[in-house]
């Protein structure tokens, strides 16, 4: 048996020399005009995703930085708000206790005053009652005197009294 070459199953060698002339010539064509710009657009492409995505680490970098550096700002607001806080406290403090001890040095010399007041007018008052008192006794004196200058046998009769009371050594 011989082999029997079916004419429909064999190629064309004129087809496949232009298929293959065409195609040659498509490849061409397109790696002349399309190829070239594809792929300058796919690496340019390839370069902005690059570029893109270190510029989003750069960023992703510099928003750490910032954050570490908001929070040592915070870190230092917040002792600084405590100095500050402190500060104030401690002036409120001195500023209550000098205040206390005006009030106090206020109060005793005052006191001090009033004292000083009550010792004047109690002296006072008691020079006046000292005065009223001699005077009353001056007065008295006065007319006991006028009385018995007056009577001149009373008078007598009293030094008598008064001489026989005092004994002599």
């Not at 594809?38 to 995703?49: F, P, Y």
């Amino acid at each position: 048996m011989l082999l029997e070459i079916n004419p429909l199953v064999l190629p064309d060698i004129g087809l496949v020399f232009w298929n293959t002339i065409a195609f040659l010539v498509l490849l061409i064509v397109l790696g002349k005009f399309a190829w070239k710009p594809m792929l300058k657009a796919i690496s340019d492409r390839e370069q902005g995703i690059e570029d893109a995505l270190s510029k989003a680490d750069k960023m992703k970098a510099d928003i750490a930085a910032m954050q570490n550096e908001n929070e040592a700002l915070l870190v230092k607001a917040r002792e600084e708000r405590a100095i500050l806080i402190k500060e104030a406290k401690e002036a409120s403090e001195k500023m209550i206790a000098d205040a206390k001890e005006k009030a106090k040095a206020e109060y005793e010399r005052i006191v001090a005053d009033a004292q000083a007041a009550i010792n004047q007018q109690k002296n006072a008052a008691l020079t006046e009652v000292k005065n009223q008192v001699g005077a009353l006794v001056v007065e008295v004196a006065e007319k006991v005197l006028r009385r018995e200058l007056s009577n001149k046998a009373e008078q007598e009769s009293y030094i008598k009294q008064v001489a026989e009371g005092v004994k002599l050594n």
